[in-house]
C-alpha cells in the first residue's frame, strides 16, 4: 500500500527570502543608479512621469517602483510614486547622510570579498589581498586594502563618504550618552577625514580634536572640518598605528578599527593608547560588538566581513575590557550605544 505523501511541517519561505536576499541590494543599488530617489526628492511622480523624466522604456518599471514600494522605500498614493522617509533621508544625493556612497563601496569592493568565504574557512587561511598588495611592514596585516585605497583620489573618496554615513549616528549618540566636560583635548584614532570628531566637536564646543590617520586623507579632513564649521578647533596628524607614537589626549577615541586586526595587534595599539592617554584621561573604543550569547546577526556578519575584507575580525565587548586591564586601564565600563544592533563604547580609566 502505498504511504500519503506528507506535507511539509513548514513553508520554505524564510530558505526562499535568504536565497533571494541579493534581489533586494540589486534593487537598491539600481534605484540609485537610475537616480530614481533623486529625481522623487523634487516631488511625487507617475510611472510615465519618471520614464520620461529619467529616461527608461522598460515595461518592468512598473513592477520595478512596486517592490521598492514593498521594501519600504519609495510610498504609492493613487498612480504617484514619493520617496519614503527613509528613503529621502539617506538616499537623496547631496543630503548630510546620503548613504549612496557606503552602498557602492559595499557593492564593488565588500561583496566580491565572500565568494572566498567557504575557502577561507575549508583552509583557515587569511584572504588574498583585494587589490595589488604593496610591502607592509611585519605586524600589519591587512593594511594592503588601506593603502591601496588611500592610493587612489577616486577610491579615497569614496571609502570616506562610506564611513562618515556608518559613523554618524554613532558620533552623536557617542555625544550624548557620555558625559565630556571633564576632557578637553579629544585624539581620534583611524578618525579618517574626522566626521566623529567633527560631530563631537559641534557638541561640546569646549573640546578641540586631532585625528591621527594614514598621510593621504589630510586634505579631506581640512575640508570636512571646514564643512562642518570646527576648522579652528581641528587639527591631522598622518602616521602608523603600530610604527608611530600616537597623540597625546585626555580622551583617545577607536572607533570600528580594532576589528582589523588580530587579538595580539589590538593589545598592542591598546598598550600604545595606554602611553598617551594623560593621567585622568579614558580610552574609548566602540564598535558593532559580538554579544555575550552570539545571538545578534549584525556583530557576527561584520565579524565574517573583516575577516574576507582585510583579515581581521570581530570581538566581544568583555575581550576589549581584557585587553585594557591588561594594559594598565582601570574601572572599565561598558556601554550600549544602540541595544538593537550591538554598537558599543567600551572606556577604559587611566590612573591621575
Known amino acids: 500500500m502505498t504511504s500519503p505523501v506528507q506535507a511539509p511541517p513548514f513553508a520554505p519561505a524564510k530558505v526562499y527570502a535568504l536565497s533571494t536576499a541579493f534581489w533586494q541590494t540589486k534593487l537598491i543599488m539600481t534605484a540609485g543608479e537610475l537616480e530614481i530617489f533623486a529625481r522623487l526628492a523634487e516631488g511625487p511622480a507617475t510611472v510615465e512621469g519618471l520614464a520620461e523624466k529619467l529616461s527608461l522604456h522598460s515595461p518592468v518599471l512598473h513592477d520595478f517602483l512596486d517592490a521598492l514600494v514593498a521594501l519600504g522605500l519609495l510610498e504609492r498614493e493613487g498612480d504617484r510614486y514619493a520617496n519614503s522617509p527613509e528613503a529621502d533621508y539617506y538616499l537623496v544625493p547631496g543630503k548630510r547622510y546620503y548613504m549612496g556612497h557606503y552602498l557602492t563601496f559595499v557593492d564593488k569592493f565588500m561583496r566580491p570579498t565572500w565568494d572566498g568565504l567557504g575557502e577561507v574557512l575549508r583552509t583557515g587561511k587569511p584572504p588574498e589581498p583585494q587589490a595589488p598588495p604593496q610591502e607592509a611592514a611585519p605586524g600589519k596585516e591587512g593594511s594592503e586594502f588601506f593603502e591601496h585605497t588611500y592610493a587612489n583620489v577616486d577610491l579615497q573618496r569614496m571609502f570616506m563618504e562610506a564611513q562618515d554615513s556608518l559613523s554618524s549616528e554613532v558620533a552623536w549618540e557617542l555625544s550624548r550618552r557620555i558625559d565630556w566636560s571633564g576632557w578637553t583635548r579629544l585624539v581620534d584614532l583611524g578618525g579618517?577625514?574626522?566626521?566623529?570628531?567633527?560631530?563631537?566637536?559641534?557638541?561640546?564646543?569646549?573640546?578641540?580634536?586631532?585625528?591621527?590617520?594614514?598621510?593621504?586623507?589630510?586634505?579631506?579632513?581640512?575640508?570636512?572640518?571646514?564643512?562642518?564649521?570646527?576648522?579652528?578647533?581641528?587639527?591631522?596628524?598622518?602616521?602608523?598605528?603600530?610604527?608611530?607614537?600616537?597623540?597625546?589626549?585626555?580622551?583617545?577615541?577607536?572607533?570600528?578599527?580594532?576589528?582589523?586586526?588580530?587579538?595580539?595587534?589590538?593589545k598592542t595599539v591598546i598598550g600604545k593608547a595606554y602611553e598617551a592617554v594623560r593621567p585622568g584621561g579614558v580610552f574609548m573604543v566602540h564598535d558593532l560588538m559580538i554579544d555575550e550569547d552570539r545571538s545578534r546577526l549584525n556583530p557576527l556578519m561584520l565579524s565574517l566581513a573583516m575577516t574576507l575584507s582585510v583579515g581581521g575580525s570581530g570581538y566581544k565587548a568583555g575581550e576589549c575590557a581584557g585587553w585594557m586591564g591588561e594594559a594598565g586601564f582601570t574601572g572599565v565600563e561598558t556601554v550600549p550605544l544602540q541595544d538593537y544592533d550591538g554598537h558599543t563604547v567600551v572606556i577604559g580609566h587611566k590612573p591621575g
Open 192 to 266: 579618517a577625514r574626522g566626521n566623529t570628531a567633527g560631530i563631537l566637536l559641534q557638541a561640546h564646543p569646549h573640546l578641540t580634536a586631532t585625528v591621527f590617520d594614514m598621510p593621504p586623507i589630510e586634505p579631506l579632513f581640512h575640508e570636512h572640518m571646514q564643512r562642518l564649521g570646527v576648522q579652528d578647533r581641528a587639527s591631522y596628524q598622518g602616521g602608523d598605528w603600530f610604527e608611530n607614537p600616537l597623540p597625546e589626549g585626555d580622551v583617545l577615541l577607536c572607533g570600528h578599527a580594532l576589528h582589523n586586526w588580530t587579538a595580539e595587534q589590538r
